[in-house]
């Protein structure tokens, strides 16, 4: 493993955890809390208050390293200040569907049943990543191949050392050791739970059948941690963990990291190219901008399995309308530029005319 510690990133995650209760049925980061600060929005909180300089956000853990790049780059520009607190993507949708914030954010697209509790919101996907698969095994080198069948083994609890020959028959060469295995989840709402099992529904018919994809799921195995950085914690004190960790993550703390075989049997450095091929597998957008992107076609030779667009969630009718709107529309276009760095992939430009078009809807 190349850790070593969790960086000053994740732990601004921890600190900002604090900004509210996660228990939401659905899903991921700050990696800077001046200005990304997380008191919890009240009555009194810049959210309730009908001025336009302060716009207040909270959700997923995954996006937040880059709305922490977009926070002083939009306030100095515009003399707005971006207020995000990393709770995780459930967290969000709570939050929003409380109206305590100006605007959730989410890895996992809102379910029929959350829109309507919702009531009246729009989900806009904003920025585009990927869920790494990372491992902490003394001795074992770097970018193992895996495949999602196996994945989905492992955290079935039926795949247990990491010498099982369906590991040894992927790398071979490679010293694997008899180190029980020791899967690692999300013990809050998160979208980075969600892309993983919506990707193992999608290539294991038994995962899909006694588990099933959401933000939060019961695993059958494993040691939970409460965001990435609880994750990020458990992997790297746990010698044969693995976990799945938001990319950001994974880079920033020096995580080793699987390399996941795609439908077109290649195995793609999880990465912007890897990232942007998953995306230009997209055929349309729905109208409610709920789009999936794991497990992309075999056409897509060069694209990474467990690829995901994380959104804002933004009420139609809102006080804020007049200052959240050219936030918005700045973030999908001008923000872009700050998420190559991160490993976030510049948006199509589908998704960029899907997202304009919802925007303007919002008053």
Wanted: overall charge positive; glycine content about 10%; aromatic content about 8%.
């Amino acid at each position: 493993m190349r850790v070593g510690g969790i960086s000053a990133a994740v732990v601004m995650v921890t600190a900002s955890l604090g900004v509210a209760a996660c228990g939401s049925s659905s899903s991921s980061s700050s990696s800077k809390s001046s200005g990304s600060a997380a008191a919890s929005p009240s009555s009194s909180s810049p959210a309730a208050s009908s001025g336009s300089k302060t716009i207040v956000g909270a959700g997923s853990t995954l996006v937040a390293p880059l709305v922490s790049q977009w926070q002083p780059s939009y306030d100095s520009k515009y003399g707005v200040a971006i207020t995000y607190g990393a709770i995780g993507s459930g967290g969000g949708i709570a939050q929003i569907t409380a109206r305590t914030v100006d605007f959730g954010a989410s890895d996992a697209p809102l379910t029929p049943s959350q829109f309507a509790a919702a009531k009246g919101v729009v989900q806009i996907p904003w920025a585009l990543a990927a869920t790494d698969i990372a491992y902490h095994v003394q001795g074992v080198p770097n970018n193992l191949k895996l495949t999602g069948p196996v994945l989905a083994d492992i955290w079935l609890g039926k795949i247990t050392a990491w010498n099982a020959p369906q590991i040894k028959a992927l790398n071979p060469g490679v010293n694997l050791p008899s180190t029980k295995i020791a899967p690692v989840y999300r013990t809050d709402g998160s979208g980075d739970t969600f892309a993983l099992t919506n990707y193992f529904s999608q290539i294991s018919p038994e995962w899909k059948s006694k588990v099933g994809n959401a933000t939060q799921v019961h695993f059958p195995v494993g040691l939970g941690g409460k965001g990435n950085s609880g994750v990020g914690g458990v992997l790297a004190s746990t010698n044969g963990a693995i976990a799945y960790i938001a990319i950001a993550y994974v880079l920033e703390n020096k995580f080793d990291y699987a390399l996941v075989q795609n439908a077109a049997g290649k195995y793609p450095v999880p990465g912007i190219a890897s990232i942007s091929g998953a995306a230009a597998a997209l055929k349309s957008v729905p109208a409610d901008n709920n789009v999936s992107i794991v497990n992309p076609p075999a056409s897509a030779a060069g694209a990474y399995p467990i690829s995901t667009f994380t959104y804002a969630i933004v009420p139609l009718s809102s006080p804020k309308a007049t200052a959240l709107k050219p936030f918005l529309n700045w973030a999908i276009a001008s923000g872009q530029a700050d998420g190559p760095k991160l490993d976030f992939a510049p948006l199509l430009a589908q998704i960029v005319s899907a997202d304009k078009a919802t925007i303007a809807k919002i008053q």
